[in-house]
């Protein structure tokens, strides 16, 4: 989902504007340090190889990532699914 949508629904829903966006220094991440500039939200980068920050929403997206694949195999989809 690009992120106006995605800021749109999150402001909608939550009746909070965002504030700021944690990322790491992923190249699809830095090109959108500009957009977040024109809204006022603040891009915070973390540290490379500081698993300390990042270790927990590492955690989530693995767990995430492992569910999926897994209910995809249990599924009998094709994988480009």
Do not use: W
């Not at 190249?27 to 603040?42: A, P, Q, Y």
């Not at 190889?49 to 995809?72: F, M, P, Q, Y």
């Amino acid at each position: 989902m690009p992120f106006l949508p995605f800021k749109v629904l999150v402001e909608t829903q939550t009746g909070h504007s965002i504030k700021s966006v944690q990322s790491d220094k992923a190249k699809e991440f830095l090109s959108l340090t500009r957009v977040l500039h024109n809204f006022g939200i603040v891009h915070r980068l973390t540290c490379p190889h500081n698993h300390e920050k990042n270790g927990s929403i590492e955690r989530k997206h693995r767990n995430v990532a492992d569910t999926r694949l897994a209910l995809l195999a249990f599924s009998f989809l094709p994988l480009e699914y």
